[in-house]
């Protein structure tokens, strides 16, 4: 099918100050039309030079391919955004996939179903945040679950930091030391001593030594494989109890580009 105007759309450049309404497809070097609507096929910039200009919206069904792209309204794209340049919109971004080489830069908004995700070091690939509830009791000489959750990591070679807090109480008084831990896959990647030594008062204590918690850590994973990630505290000398309160307590997982 042709276009619903005067002016053709074959090779060569496209440049529009109306509306262009296509039901086929359109190969140009160059597309620089007023708005792009009730788009049913590809556009297709062909050349590695080639761009789509456009100062109203495109609304397409179908795929849109350019080395880049400068948009004065809103991109709406049933299927594929594919540039190897820069796409600027002053509009919103909306599509069902997006490959794109060079920069987006957009004043409107993107909408995603999925997740937008960096590559560059540093950047951030997820955040886990995990809750419970109930309440948690130590028991003497043995590392025990707090909380313990499955993670599948986003991509191999990355950088996880792990870390948890909650509200804790320990009772009685004299010479008691209790452990806390992270576990990732069955090892630990911190582990942390609070101790009451006894003092020369009767019946009292001094700490020495860290807080059980907060605690986090960081550690690189080696596969995307699923991970279990666990929380254990246990009491490691004397007879008192660490009692934590799971439904004020937060496990995080946050995993970044290495």
């Known amino acids: 099918m042709g276009a619903t105007t005067n002016e053709g759309t074959g090779q060569g450049a496209a440049t529009r100050s109306k509306p262009l309404i296509i039901n086929g497809a359109v190969n140009a ?19 590695n030079d080639g761009n789509i200009t456009a100062n109203g919206g495109i609304t397409s ?11 004065n309204g809103a991109v709406t794209v049933s299927g594929t955004i594919a540039a190897t340049g820069a796409i600027t919109s002053s509009g919103a971004i909306n599509a069902a996939s997006a490959n794109i080489n060079g920069a987006v830069t957009v004043s409107g908004n993107i909408d995603a179903t999925g997740v937008i995700r960096g590559n560059g070091t540093g ?29 599948t990591p986003v991509r191999s070679g990355t950088n996880i930091v792990v870390g948890f807090d909650a509200n804790f109480s320990i009772n009685g008084a004299g010479g008691d030391s209790f452990g806390s831990r992270i576990m990732v896959s069955g090892s630990p990647i911190i582990t942390r001593t609070q101790t009451f030594a006894t003092s020369g008062s009767p019946g ?8 059980l ?22 009491l490691l000398t004397g007879d008192d109890t660490l009692t934590v309160d799971k439904s004020k307590a937060m496990l995080t997982i946050t995993e970044y580009v290495r």
């Open 29 to 47: 070097v160059n597309v620089q039309p007023q708005a792009l609507e009730n788009y049913h096929g590809n556009i297709n910039a062909e050349a």
């Open 61 to 71: 069904s179908g795929a849109i391919n350019a080395a880049s792209a400068n948009i």
């Open 123 to 151: 950047q951030l690939l997820n955040t886990s945040l995990n809750v419970s509830t109930g309440t948690y009791t130590s028991i003497s000489g043995t590392y025990t679950d707090i909380m313990s959750v499955s993670y």
């Open 204 to 211: 009292a204590s001094d700490i020495r030594g860290n807080v």
């Open 213 to 234: 918690f907060p605690v986090s850590y960081l550690y690189q994973n080696a596969t995307a494989a699923v991970t279990t990630i666990a929380v254990q505290a246990a």
